[in-house]
């Protein structure tokens, strides 16, 4: 048994149409994009059969014309790089190269629309906040670029902080935080002082 099906992936949106002899619920589709993308946001779809056929003739017959009717290589909204014509051969000849960076330099609002946005955006964080929660810069980015994006991220942050002065209540806040917080100290290997970890960095640029 032949089965033609359109998977819709439940995260994105994004569909495809393909055909496979396997258990068309198991079996994750062929197709390059479809497989980027599922790579990429997770294999969450949905399979809905359009039709079992006995032989490919048969397929096409329906594979085809429902090709060009949802327009399938065209429309942002499908993966396929064809028309699905059961034979699995070469794309090249169907794909047009203009089209395959339709998305690039777009934000999540341009790509998918505010809603959807919102949605991948928090699905993003929360996955980067698993991945990073009590890891260090060099633990998750390796030694040296791990050194770069904490640099990066400190220039970032005394940009914001020049010129800034702070409110009597601004400051009545930091210092209730402060109360009762353990400070890690540390013995600096130049001067023998002890010093705060958090103050450990700017201390040796003194040196």
Not at 22 to 35: E, F, N
Not at 98 to 107: E, F, M, V
Not at 163 to 187: E, N
Request: net charge positive.
């Amino acid at each position: 048994m032949i089965y033609l099906y359109i998977k819709t992936h439940n995260i994105t949106g994004l569909k495809y149409l393909g055909k496979t002899i396997q258990d068309p619920y198991t079996y994750k589709g062929s197709g390059k994009r479809w497989l980027y993308h599922l790579k990429k946001h997770g294999n969450d779809v949905t399979t809905e059969i359009v039709g079992q056929f006995t032989t490919i003739e048969e397929l096409t017959e329906t594979s085809i014309p429902l090709s060009k009717k949802l327009n399938i290589v065209d429309s942002k909204q499908w993966a396929n790089l064809r028309p699905e014509s059961g034979d699995g051969g070469d794309t090249s000849q169907y794909i047009d190269y203009s089209k395959l960076n339709r998305g690039k330099g777009q934000s999540y609002e341009q790509r998918y629309g505010i809603d959807k946005a919102n949605e991948l955006k928090q699905l993003r964080s929360k996955k980067l906040s698993e991945t990073r929660k009590g890891k260090t810069y060099e633990e998750i980015y390796g030694e040296d670029e791990g050194k770069k994006m904490r640099e990066h991220r400190s220039a970032q942050q005394s940009k914001l902080n020049e010129g800034r002065i702070l409110s009597d209540s601004a400051k009545d806040k930091i210092r209730q935080k402060a109360i009762g917080r353990i400070q890690i100290r540390c013995s600096c290997v130049v001067c023998k002082s002890e010093v705060s970890v958090n103050n450990i960095t700017n201390h040796y640029k003194r040196h």
